[in-house]
């Protein structure tokens, strides 16, 4: 005697969805790895404003910034992974006068980077560098 299976019933809609939502975090992830390999950092100061772009794949980018807006420049420390493979990465930002702060780089793998890029703007805008709360200790 041959067995036979039980006949399957179809697909769902909640099934359909769950295939697509993990479609879509695969390619979304994806593209994240792939920016962060190809991807260049841009930072431009002319005619009074400092912008940011990320390319050549786009991705998130700050709106231009008034540099008379711009009062600091400061380096942070993010804990990124999970608990045992956690790392350290360095973002830059600016805080404005309006005392909202603003991220211009995420994911630099050295604080040396970053504080170059912070030093290097400061210089260039004519800031003073102050304690910010909360931005990388120097040593």
């Known amino acids: 005697m041959a067995h036979q299976s039980p006949p399957t019933a179809p697909a ?5 969805f769950l295939s697509l939502l993990q479609i879509g975090i695969g390619l979304f992830l994806s593209y994240i790895t792939l920016a ?5 950092t841009t930072i431009t100061v002319k005619q009074g404003h400092l912008t940011v772009v990320h390319a050549p794949l786009p991705w998130f980018q700050p709106p231009p910034l008034r540099t008379a807006d711009i009062t600091q420049l400061f380096v942070r420390r993010v804990s990124v992974g999970k608990q045992h493979s956690r ?20 994911g630099l793998e050295a604080p040396e980077q970053a504080l170059f890029v912070e ?11 102050r304690p910010v709360p909360g931005e990388l200790e120097r040593w």
């Not at 962060?36 to 260049?40: A, I, K, S, V, Y």
């Not at 030093?119 to 560098?129: C, H, K, R, S, V």
């Open 36 to 40: 962060g390999f190809l991807n260049t």
């Open 119 to 129: 030093q290097q703007l400061e210089a260039f805008l004519g800031i003073t560098d």
């Open 87 to 106: 790392r350290e990465v360095y973002s830059v930002w600016a805080q404005l006068r309006q005392g909202r702060e603003v991220k211009l780089m995420y």
């Open 12 to 16: 769902g809609p909640g099934l359909w």
